[in-house]
Nanobody, 119 residues
Framework: QVQLVESGGGLVQAGGSQRLSCAASGRTSSGYAMGWFRQAPGKEREFVAAIAFRGGNTFYADAAKGRFTLSRDNVKNTLYLHMSSLKPEDTAVYYC????????????WGQGTQVTVSS
């Protein structure tokens, strides 16, 4: 069974950078896409960015465009989220997820990693 493990969260100052990692313990290439979501205290979980397995197309939320970048290491089965120019409003728990069974539906989730951006 595939499991996702996020890492790389922590405390960073506003304007700084952080790289999150999502390591899949099994084969995820049979799925459709892999992405990042985040949930800030008192708010709904929101989409951040995703990459399609076929073609490698990437998709970003408006809040992430120009500041966040996805990359994928197929050998390590790891998805990275490179975040720069961080703002206090980026503070959230970041979750990695995979569309395994059905395109458009994220049905495998990691446990999340906390990112805190101080002003």
């Amino acid at each position: 069974q595939v499991q996702l493990v996020e890492s790389g969260g922590g405390l960073v100052q506003a304007g700084g950078s952080q790289r999150l990692s999502c390591a899949a313990s099994g084969r995820t290439s049979s799925g459709y896409a892999m992405g990042w979501f985040r949930q800030a205290p008192g708010k709904e979980r929101e989409f951040v960015a995703a990459i399609a397995f076929r073609g490698g197309n990437t998709f970003y939320a408006d809040a992430a465009k120009g500041r966040f970048t996805l990359s994928r290491d197929n050998v390590k089965n790891t998805l990275y989220l490179h975040m720069s120019s961080l703002k206090p409003e980026d503070t959230a728990v970041y979750y990695c997820a995979v569309q395994v069974v059905k395109p458009g539906e994220y049905d495998l989730w990691g446990q999340g990693t906390q990112v805190t951006v101080s002003s």
